[in-house]
């Protein structure tokens, strides 16, 4: 029998579930579908997934199998391809949200077939790990102790794959809408980004073998390129699995080594959103928290703008923005920074923020980015309090003492800002000379956001 595996944001042949169930059901036709809703919602996910298609292909080639991609919607696309080849199932992992795999089923049995949805590889099955009452977690601390007490499933091996005697026609491995959708931003982010599941196990490697024993003291350091394992955007387009993330730094954890334990935490978080946005999939548009649904954050404003090209006055804030642009990463303590900043000093909607990061972000992870948004705002589960107002003056001085990350970012001749107006739209006319004054000190930002908070609260 032919089957189809849809390697759904699974650009990877280790570890992934629906390939291997894949593979004993049949000769395996292995799909990706280019959707042109997700180069408009998510461009700069969209370029970081286009570019690791062409190791994919050649992984899959050097197991004398092809890799075909076709571009459209999909569940007009596993339809079409499931008459064209007569496959008799189509086997891909659920999807993230969930909501996105609706119409799926109908659309895969009017060709005849049958869907199978696979689990993720993530460190847990969701749901699976819960509170003695049977709820989900909502503190990350005691959901962490409870993982590490857990048997984390180990990765499944690459299978064998069997080929059809014939092939469908292929799209190719460009995403035209996505090129369209990133304008200038293309070439210049390309640059920034290492693809493939090979390239993911030999980051891992560099970041145990020589960052780990520092990762605790220096993660929060924004100048340190290599404070991190730096696989967030591996992980999101599922080059690497967390369970072999999991596995492969178990030597370490056994040894006791330093900073492995903060760094299987980290990894960790990423399994919290993902079971918070399954018990509430509206989490990236609704407060987890209901008294949030009245506090006056303002919608889309000039300030906010200004937040988005990085022409704030604030330096911390500026220069974040114009990493995020540039490379579609942003450093974790400087998101904080700057989403605290949007949320706080300028009262702008958490979902203003939340938007902007799904089109910028290459490691864009919809549980994760609605989580984070909601922790920084105050409004989402262990959150971090309103009241607690990130002084992003105070925070360069603590983490970038010296101005590198800084520097790097708004001196008009740095690399990292003659790329950022390489990078964005001739429209914003970006002056790397001009200095913005703030639209409010950070002393009155901050006074303004506790009277608010009080008022609401009262």
Same mark, same amino acid.
């Given at each position: 029998m032919t089957v189809i595996c849809w390697f759904r944001r699974v650009l990877r042949?280790?570890?992934?579930?629906?390939?291997v169930a894949a593979a004993? !059901?049949?000769? @395996?036709?292995? &799909?990706?579908?280019?959707? =042109?809703? +997700?180069?408009?919602?998510?461009?700069?996910s969209a370029q970081r997934q286009a570019m690791s298609l062409p190791r994919l292909e050649a992984s899959l080639r050097q197991r004398h199998s092809r890799l075909i991609v076709r571009r459209g919607d999909p569940a007009q696309v596993l339809e079409q391809i499931a008459r +064209?080849?007569? %496959?008799?199932a189509v086997h891909t992992t659920v999807g993230f949200p969930f909501a996105s795999d609706h119409g799926l089923q109908a659309a895969v049995e009017r060709s005849g077939a049958s869907l199978h949805l696979h689990e993720?590889?993530?460190? @847990?099955?969701?749901?699976s790990v819960l509170t003695k009452t049977?709820?989900?977690?909502?503190?990350?601390?005691?959901?962490?102790? $409870?993982? /590490? *007490?857990? !048997?984390?499933?180990?990765? &499944? =091996?690459? =299978?064998?794959?069997? #080929?059809?005697?014939?092939?469908?026609?292929?799209d190719g491995t460009d995403w035209p809408e996505a090129r369209a959708a990133m304008d200038r931003g293309w070439d210049v982010m390309a640059d920034h980004i290492r693809p493939g599941e090979d390239e993911a196990m030999t980051r891992l490697d560099e970041f145990l073998d020589g960052t780990l024993p520092d990762y605790k003291e220096h993660r929060d350091q924004p100048w340190r390129p290599r404070a991190t394992s730096n696989l967030s955007d591996a992980l999101a387009v599922g080059e690497i699995s967390a369970r072999r993330i999991w596995r492969h730094c178990q030597p370490a954890f056994q040894d006791g080594q330093k900073g492995i334990d903060h760094f299987l935490s980290e990894l960790c978080w990423r399994d919290f959103a993902r079971e918070l946005f399954h018990e509430a999939p509206d989490m990236a548009s609704t407060p987890w928290r209901p008294e949030w649904q009245d506090f006056p954050w303002k919608r889309d404003n000039n300030d906010a703008q200004d937040w988005r090209r990085g022409h704030t006055g604030v *330096?911390?804030?500026? %220069?974040?923005?114009? +990493?995020?642009?540039?490379?579609?990463?942003?450093?974790?303590?400087?998101?904080?920074?700057?989403?605290?900043?949007?949320?706080?000093?300028?009262?702008? !909607?958490? /979902?203003?923020?939340? !938007?902007?990061?799904?089109r910028c972000l290459i490691d864009w992870d919809a549980a994760s980015n609605a989580m984070?948004? *909601?922790?920084v705002a105050g409004c989402g589960p262990d959150a971090s309090p309103f009241f607690r107002v990130f002084n992003p003056e105070t925070q360069g001085d603590k983490f970038d003492g010296k101005a590198r990350y800084r520097d790097h970012w708004l001196?008009?001749?740095? +690399?990292?800002?003659? *790329?950022? $107006?390489?990078?964005?739209?001739? #429209?914003?006319q970006i002056d790397l000379t001009h200095k913005p004054t703030p639209a409010i000190s950070l002393a009155e930002g901050r006074a303004r956001a506790l009277d608010a908070y009080e008022t609401v609260k009262s």
């Open positions: 042949l280790d570890d992934h579930p629906a390939l004993k !059901d049949g000769d @395996v036709i292995p &799909l990706v579908i280019l959707d =042109p809703a +997700e180069a408009r919602d998510h461009p700069a +064209e080849t007569g %496959a008799s993720l590889a993530d460190l @847990v099955p969701r749901a049977g709820g989900v977690y909502k503190v990350f601390t005691p959901f962490w102790k $409870a993982v /590490r *007490q857990t !048997d984390i499933a180990p990765p &499944l =091996p690459t =299978p064998t794959i069997s #080929s059809p005697d014939s092939w469908p026609d292929s *330096q911390m804030v500026d %220069a974040g923005m114009r +990493e995020l642009y540039v490379t579609g990463q942003m450093h974790n303590r400087v998101r904080m920074i700057t989403g605290s900043y949007l949320t706080k000093h300028l009262l702008t !909607d958490w /979902r203003v923020g939340l !938007d902007w990061f799904a984070n948004w *909601q922790w001196h008009p001749n740095a +690399e990292g800002a003659k *790329q950022f $107006a390489a990078a964005t739209p001739r #429209s914003w």
